[in-house]
């Protein structure tokens, strides 16, 4: 039987970052520095890589160059050949001490560049090194293009909204996620017990917001049920999804990140895209009066 594809497929290598963007929807200044096991991630991939293809395998954090396996990581992607390509997500801060083997090995190189942030190699320097290794550049301008608020601090109680959220996210579709022995729709999904604990929430997250990879006997039909599936994640009722209002790329100090746990978002409207706050209360307005 044919595998499963996917768009794409990323594995959070790096749970802690070099910056401390306040609002970074990995959460990763609020994570204790800690690296994904390269073992298991290795049985990970070759369990799925027997009944999954994926266009693109994105390796992220945190920062994935902080992680002194970095090479290692790759090396099992290419071993299992379960991607068409591979891509390294940065902020490319550490690029000018990345081994000419990383840039052979990667066919795609994703840089972020956010406000108050100095680069330590230009982007036509990495775009030089680039081209004599065949490697694609593509860069997210957050200096002019600002994050979207993504991880609330509030349950979302209006199911409607949820359900719409799930249905127009783009991140399940683009972001799915390998994490120690599951594999889930996107991060937001992976980071959901852990960012209730810091919340102070009491909330447990539904193991069907993931599918175990080494538990489940018929593993491809496991991924397609969960893939396909009409209803939102547990987790989703804390993600505005691909919706959220625009928020500062900026760097966080302590108590700027402090602040973010503390933030009011029992309004969920006033946490959308105004755009899609009026959107969405039109339509369900009429469809309320007929």
């Not at 910056?19 to 991630?41: E, K, R, S």
């Not at 395998?57 to 992680?67: A, Q, S, T, V």
């Not at 406000?115 to 190699?121: D, L």
Request: proline share 4%.
């Amino acid at each position: 039987m044919d595998p499963l594809k996917s768009r794409s497929c990323e594995a959070n290598i790096a749970s802690h970052c070099n910056l401390n963007c306040q609002y970074c929807d990995q959460w990763a200044p609020f994570w204790v520095p800690a690296f994904l096991p390269l073992d298991g991630f290795a049985r990970d991939l070759e369990r799925l890589s027997k009944v999954l293809w994926v266009e693109e395998f994105k390796i992220l954090g945190g920062e994935p160059l902080l992680n002194p396996q970095l090479p290692a990581f790759i090396k099992a992607i290419q071993d299992t050949r379960i991607a068409g390509s591979i891509s390294l997500v940065t902020n490319g801060l550490l690029l000018p001490r990345m081994s000419d083997q990383i840039w052979q090995d990667i066919d795609i190189l994703r840089i972020s560049l956010y406000p108050g942030v100095r680069m330590r190699m230009s982007l036509h320097d990495i775009s030089e090194r680039a081209r004599m290794h065949d490697v694609k550049v593509f860069v997210q301008d957050h200096i002019r293009h600002p994050f979207r608020l993504t991880g609330i601090n509030s349950r979302n109680t209006d199911r409607r909204l949820v359900q719409f959220l799930y249905d127009t996210c783009d991140d399940r579709r683009g972001c799915n996620t390998i994490h120690r022995g599951r594999f889930y729709t996107c991060t937001q999904a992976t980071v959901f017990t852990d960012r209730m604990k810091k919340l102070g929430i009491t909330e447990s997250q539904s193991l069907s917001d993931g599918v175990s990879i080494h538990e489940v006997g018929d593993l491809r039909t496991a991924l397609k049920t969960y893939l396909d599936q009409k209803y939102p994640l547990e987790a989703c009722a804390y993600c505005l999804g691909c919706h959220g209002r625009a928020v500062p790329a900026d760097q966080g100090n302590k108590s700027m990140l402090a602040a973010r746990l503390t933030q009011d978002h029992s309004d969920i409207t006033k946490q959308l895209d105004p755009k899609i706050a009026a959107w969405f209360k039109q339509t369900h307005d009429v469809v309320d009066q007929t």
